[in-house]
Structures are given as structure tokens and as C-alpha cells.
């Protein structure tokens, strides 16, 4: 087999077209891989060719490993779209508030706490408890019987016993009761974005709280 026979070998299989230039490093190319075949295929044994099975081989798994390596640089891109996507709605919420997934929220001075929770089906009551550092109870509030879907709740800052909270944050929990059955609950808060941490394009994005608390962008469920 002669050199001619052999681009036209590398025509019919579409890889006869030499790529744009790449890395110039240690990595090889296209070209320098069929650069290489040529010159297995020229210096071969006369006594010992290169079967046509195995040269076909060779040529296929190329062809793979080059289609890999375009499909991950087509990833890489699409990957710093979504990201460049995501750094952008982050900064759009600066100063909105936002119900966010959280069991913690914050108290500002002479203000109030709010926030919510997604009930599956009605229950009879749904209470909701806000603790301290601690984890003592400071109250409790009683939202009563609920019917499924979104229930908000409102905490004004005073203690069970009627005294004002110090501003700053605090845990929350929440149960529902069907019947003698009790069943924890996740919380939403109600928060304000004062300032956004775009992180790297691997992730690490996060929304940074009113009050110190850190949230990743996931967690936010609606903008208010």
C-alpha cells in the first residue's frame, strides 16, 4: 500500500482534513498523530505488515479520543455560558428579599422575622418555634389548622414572656400535627441580599445575608 492509497483510506473515514492549530505543548494533535501513523506505516516491517484491521483500529480510536476532546471543550464553553448566566441573576437579586430555603433568619433592631412553610396537605395545626443561640425556646407560634400549600409566619421579636429580643439570628423550627402524628417541617425565610460571592466557575456562588448569614443561590425559592 502506498501513500496515495492511504490518504484515500483517511479520506473515506473524514479524517483527511487537518484541524485548525492547537496546543503546541506536550499534548499531540490530530496532525501529529497521523504524522506518526504515516511514518509507522512507511518504516514497517515488509516480513510483518500492519494488518488493515489494526490500522483501521488505530485510526477509529482516534477518532475517539479527538471527538471526546471536542465534546469536552463544547461542555467547558456552554459550562462558563451557564455560569456567566448565574453570576448575572445573583447580582440582580442585591437588595431584593428573597424566601430562601434556611432554618436560621435575622431579627433587626425595632423590627420583626418572617417567613414560611409549604404544607403537602391540610393539618390540623402548624406551629412554629424560634429559638436562641442556645437553643432555648423564646417562642412559640401557634399558626392553627392550615390547609395545604404556602403558610407564612411573622415573629414581632417579643419573648414568650412579652420582653424584646436583641436583634440578630436566630433558629427555626417547625413541626405539623395531623392527628396524633407529628411531623417536622422545613422552613422558608424571608431575607434581604445585601451582597453576592460570585466564588469560581466551579461553584461556590453565594448570597450573603442581612445579618451576616450566608446562602448558596440554590436556596433561594422566590424573589419577594
Not at 479520543?65 to 440582580?92: C, H, K, M, P, W
Not at 424584646?164 to 433558629?171: E, K, L, V
Not at 427555626?172 to 392527628?179: D, F, L
Amino acid at each position: 500500500m502506498n501513500e496515495i492509497t492511504l490518504q484515500d483510506d483517511l479520506a473515506r473515514l473524514g479524517l483527511d482534513r487537518r484541524p485548525e492549530a492547537r496546543n503546541t505543548g506536550d499534548d499531540l494533535g490530530q496532525e501529529d498523530f497521523l504524522t506518526l501513523m504515516i511514518a509507522q506505516f512507511r518504516n514497517q516491517d515488509p516480513f510483518s505488515p500492519m494488518e488493515n484491521g489494526e490500522f483501521l483500529g488505530q485510526l477509529a480510536q482516534f477518532g475517539t479520543v479527538d471527538g471526546i476532546d471536542r465534546l469536552n471543550g463544547a461542555f467547558a464553553g456552554l459550562s462558563e455560558t451557564l455560569y456567566s448566566d448565574q453570576a448575572l441573576q445573583a447580582a440582580n437579586l442585591v437588595g431584593h428579599r428573597v424566601l430562601a430555603s434556611s432554618d436560621r433568619a435575622y431579627l433587626p433592631e425595632s423590627g420583626s422575622l418572617a417567613g414560611a412553610v409549604e404544607l403537602s396537605s391540610g393539618a390540623e395545626n402548624v406551629q412554629v418555634d424560634i429559638l436562641d443561640a442556645s437553643g432555648q425556646l423564646l417562642r412559640r407560634l401557634e399558626l392553627g389548622q392550615q390547609a395545604a400549600g404556602l403558610v407564612e409566619f411573622r415573629w414581632d421579636g417579643r419573648t414568650g414572656g412579652g420582653e424584646q429580643a436583641d436583634p440578630g439570628n436566630y433558629a427555626i423550627e417547625a413541626r405539623v400535627i395531623r392527628g396524633d402524628s407529628v411531623e417536622g417541617l422545613a422552613t422558608l425565610v424571608d431575607a434581604q441580599i445585601d451582597s453576592v460571592n460570585l466564588g469560581g466557575a466551579q461553584g461556590g456562588m453565594s448570597l450573603n445575608l442581612a445579618g451576616g448569614e450566608v446562602l448558596s443561590l440554590s436556596q433561594v425559592r422566590r424573589i419577594l
